[in-house]
């Protein structure tokens, strides 16, 4: 019998046909309703109450109404020990050992989107099990410099790259009911004068390179909460940026969750209230009483601290509260967690260069182990991102222990490390504004202990590297030579036994034009995690093939990257300092919070110019024609991949590539393959060419595995300045496609 379907039947079926799913922000409102009902039922004061902190790392709910504090809690790379509720020194917990996960390039360097996610859930998971609502990262400014304090906290130098792990990473942490405040928007590319540089630059460079990683996570992964920072953009503040907040974030991007200051970076009451800040953290000099006394004045209304309150709101409705007594009661630390670490550990070591010395051959019976950052443990410093981590495998000891038995392993420092400054009090004669240069000559009796042991092994393995005295929040380096004699020392390992293998344990690059002719094999080892030495001694031992590409370039000398190629960094006239190191000076601790703040309003205004626009990373060298020492994308195998019979076609709103990639090797092995636009006869400005689409393909020894790679036609759009909006080039297209930047195994073409 036929079925007819009664006509209310199918009015249901065509409403259904036609809702749309609402986007991933939009979700974000469905409690509204519930919410406007507290609101209404809420005093002025309860209100205000939430704009600002409670403690160093949360804010207010209201208990009389049933709605908890939110708890916020560092990243980015794992969760940061419990502080004392004022300020960030140790609670002294015992159960809040967290994993330590790879630092954010590490992380870039493993190219995959399963990998980020996976970093996510970890992330989320073990901030659950502290009582957190909110995970302070991911921190996903582009590394423009260098020589930038946090590069090694960031992802890449590449928008699509660190969009589209940014996105996997916000999904991650989100799936797990943690929310993220992804950080620190926007344009925060240097440490130096961060709390008062104001960074002058182009639309479209603002669009095209340093927002795209927000943008994807804010818009696709629906990331919840947001970190204004520091810095001043075009003038303004980013706590108090019109067009970053309420033009860009909430207009465009149709953001309906919260935004929270970086830590003392927001700066005034009308300011915040009118340009898109929801939390002051921390204090409440500007967003607590101020803002019921400017209502008082009718300077503000409390419409607007409502929708302020409901945007709050939206994001401690969509993650629930952890009660009290299920927090805290395991240690935060996971073994799952620690496998996810062990993984991206594996897949981010880097092999720059290969003489045919690694994987350490069966003839190998001794080995030297020389260098400070062999043992170092890399978990904690840096300032704020650190991790009390439950346990940290060294290099050295992952080495020790994945030693066939048979095989000798000594150890001699080599080097002193650079104790650097901490945060905290200055040293009496230093500058404390002043970034870090490090000429610490060798130590002679280091040294000479070192090569004797050199002398006598089969294979030195050298671990060089700066650390996280060096490398570090609060301020750039000065340069990026290697520190602390390292130099010196490489030269004389090579002439006591050319058998070097050099292992960098770092977050950014560093400047290898003495090292590399001293050392036929180059690792990048970077900060990598709880379990990064079992991971890097799988890989020296061959157990597994490198697979990590770099996610940005190492020049040659720093004086070769944009900004200093371009005069536009270090700042001659940036006088001034970052906001907490000042505020750790014997004269400004003494001064008054009024003659404190008088002092900071005083300094000369630095500012930043991004004159070398959208030029950044391998965008300038490849347009320049600079050779770097390593090109972005870079790394090597222990096996050699094959690229064959290209095809490239336009369906849709999409370009699709397809190829076949062997493994030619006799061992299983992963290839990140890269697929690069240059644009022909072009009428707009373009680099000479640019990522577009990656992917991490394992293949068995042998294998071949057909891969489709492709390019959605809004990620070859420009900004177009003129009209202030996306626009498509039509035209031809040459597709570059490779296994780094600079190694283009096939090319096909076509026309959009
Ligand atoms: C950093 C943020 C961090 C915050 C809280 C600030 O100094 O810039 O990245 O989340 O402190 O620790």
């Not at 799936?175 to 925060?188: E, L, M, R, S, Y």
């Not at 994807?216 to 303004?236: F, L, T």
């Not at 000891?397 to 038995?405: H, L, T, V």
Request: contains cysteine; negative net charge; proline residues 6%.
């Amino acid at each position: 019998m036929k079925r007819i379907l009664s006509p209310s039947l199918l009015l249901v079926l065509l409403a259904l046909a036609c809702t749309k799913t609402p986007s991933p922000q939009e979700q974000l409102t469905a409690n509204d309703a519930e919410i406007n009902d507290i609101i209404a039922q809420m005093t002025l004061e309860e209100k205000v109450e939430m704009l600002h902190s409670k403690t160093n790392m949360s804010s207010a709910g209201v208990e009389r109404l049933g709605i908890a504090d939110i708890h916020y809690a560092d990243g980015p790379f794992g969760i940061r020990e419990e502080g004392q509720p004022n300020g960030f020194m140790s609670a002294g917990w015992t159960l809040d050992s967290a994993t330590y996960f790879p630092t954010g390039s590490a992380l870039a360097a493993t190219w995959s989107e399963e990998l980020a996610y996976k970093y996510g859930t970890g992330m989320g998971k073990e901030a659950r099990l502290r009582g957190k609502d909110v995970i302070l990262g991911p921190a996903v400014n582009i590394q423009r410099l260098p020589v930038g304090g946090r590069t090694y906290e960031y992802l890449s130098e590449d928008p699509i790259l660190s969009a589209a792990l940014a996105l996997a990473y916000t999904e991650g942490v989100q799936d797990q009911g943690t929310a993220v405040c992804i950080k620190h928007f926007a344009v925060n590319n240097q440490e130096t004068n961060r709390g008062s540089v104001d960074v002058k630059i182009d639309e479209r460079t603002l669009r095209e390179i340093y927002l795209k990683p927000f943008e994807r996570a804010i818009v696709e992964g629906g990331a919840m909460s947001v970190m204004p920072a520091y810095n001043k953009v075009n003038g303004d503040y980013c706590s108090e940026n019109e067009h970053l907040l309420n033009e860009i974030l909430r207009g465009e991007w149709g953001f309906k969750g919260m935004t929270v200051s970086d830590w003392g970076g927001t700066h005034s009451t009308m300011g915040a209230m009118l340009h898109g800040l929801n939390v002051q953290m921390t204090g409440s000099t500007y967003l607590g009483q101020p803002v019921i006394d400017s209502i008082a004045t009718g300077a503000l209304t409390e419409d607007l601290v409502d929708e302020k309150v409901r945007q709050i709101l939206r994001v401690r409705y969509a993650i629930d509260p952890v009660p009290d007594d299920e927090a805290n009661i395991v240690m935060t630390s996971q073994p799952e967690s620690q496998k996810i670490a062990l993984e991206v550990a594996e897949k981010s070591i880097v092999l720059l260069k290969n003489e045919d010395i690694l994987p350490i051959k069966p003839n190998v019976k001794r080995i030297a182990v020389i260098g400070q950052n062999a043992k170092l443990k890399t978990q904690s410093g840096g300032m704020g991102a650190g991790v009390k981590a439950l346990y940290e495998i060294t290099p050295l000891q992952g080495i020790i222990e994945r030693a066939p038995i048979g095989v000798q392993v000594t150890y001699a420092p080599g080097y002193k490390n650079f104790p650097g400054r901490r945060w905290g009090p200055a040293p009496a004669k230093k500058d404390p504004l002043e970034a870090t240069a490090i000429d610490e000559p060798a130590d002679p009796k280091l040294l000479a202990d070192a090569l004797k042991l050199a002398e006598k092994a089969d294979l030195v393995i050298f671990f060089a590297g700066t650390n996280k005295n060096i490398e570090t929040e609060g301020s750039d380096r000065k340069d990026i030579k290697l520190p602390c004699g390292q130099e010196t020392l490489v030269e004389a390992l090579y002439d006591a036994n050319p058998n070097v293998v050099t292992v960098l344990i770092s977050g950014g690059p560093t400047d290898l034009q003495v090292l590399e002719p001293n050392s036929p094999a180059i690792i990048q080892g970077w900060w990598n995690g709880t379990e990064g030495g079992t991971a890097l001694a799988e890989v020296l031992f061959g157990d597994i093939a490198p697979s990590g590409k770099l996610p940005f370039t190492f020049p040659m000398k720093l004086e070769d990257s944009p900004a200093y190629a371009m005069g536009n960094f270090p700042d001659p006239n940036g006088a001034g300092g970052d906001l907490f190191t000042l505020m750790f000076r014997p004269d400004v601790l003494a001064m008054s919070p009024a003659e404190r703040q008088a002092f900071i309003e005083s300094l000369p205004k630095p500012v930043s110019e991004y004159t070398e626009r959208f030029y950044v990373g391998y965008r300038w060298f490849d347009t320049k024609e600079v050779k770097p020492m390593y090109a972005f994308g870079h790394g090597l195998s222990y096996v050699t991949f094959a690229y064959k019979n290209i095809k490239a076609s336009v369906s849709g709103k999409k370009v699709k590539v397809t190829f076949d990639l062997v493994n030619e090797g006799d061992m299983d092995a992963d290839e990140v393959v890269q697929l690069y636009v240059h644009r022909v006869n072009s009428s707009v400005e373009w680099p000479a060419k640019e990522l577009k689409a990656f992917q991490r393909v394992s293949l068995e020894a042998g294998e071949c595995e057909q891969v489709t790679l492709t390019i959605p036609f809004d990620d070859l759009r420009y900004w177009n300045e003129q009209t202030g909006s996306w626009d498509l080039e039509r035209g031809k297209l040459q597709l570059l496609l490779g296994s780094a930047s600079d190694d283009i195994r096939l090319t096909a073409e076509v026309n959009i």
